[in-house]
């Protein structure tokens, strides 16, 4: 079992960028698959991103494709997701996950968030 800890949310105007990271604790870290989700007031918790344990393999929303970027340093038990050219649309609180697989109802362990609001 891991405990996940988000940072690096933040006001941002549109077009700009953040990185928010996720800590782990444990030291089974690189066992799991890791996802960013997030959820906007009125709306439903969506998938953002996800990455194998490896780092190998990395899957997107197709509303965040060519513009966020999911990687992970296993030495460090930190994933991390690089959000560029980012849009009011994007405001939400952003939750990182640990999984057994990246099938959205592999996640199981939630991190306690981070906000993330974009300007127009």
């Known amino acids: 079992q891991v405990q996940l800890v988000e940072a690096g949310g933040g006001f941002v105007q549109a077009g700009g960028s953040l990185r928010p990271s996720c800590a782990a604790s444990g030291r089974t870290f690189s066992s799991y698959a890791m996802g960013w989700f997030r959820q906007a007031p009125g709306k439903e918790r969506e998938f953002v991103a996800a990455?194998?344990?490896?780092?190998?393999?990395?899957y997107y929303a197709d509303s965040v494709k060519d513009r966020f970027t999911i990687s992970r340093d296993n030495a460090k038990n930190t994933v991390y997701l690089q959000m560029n050219d980012l849009t009011p649309e994007d405001t939400a609180e952003y939750y990182c996950a640990a999984g057994i697989g990246l099938g959205v109802n592999a996640f199981g362990t939630w991190g306690q968030g981070t906000q993330v609001t974009v300007s127009s």
């Open positions: 990455i194998s344990w490896s780092g190998c393999n990395t």
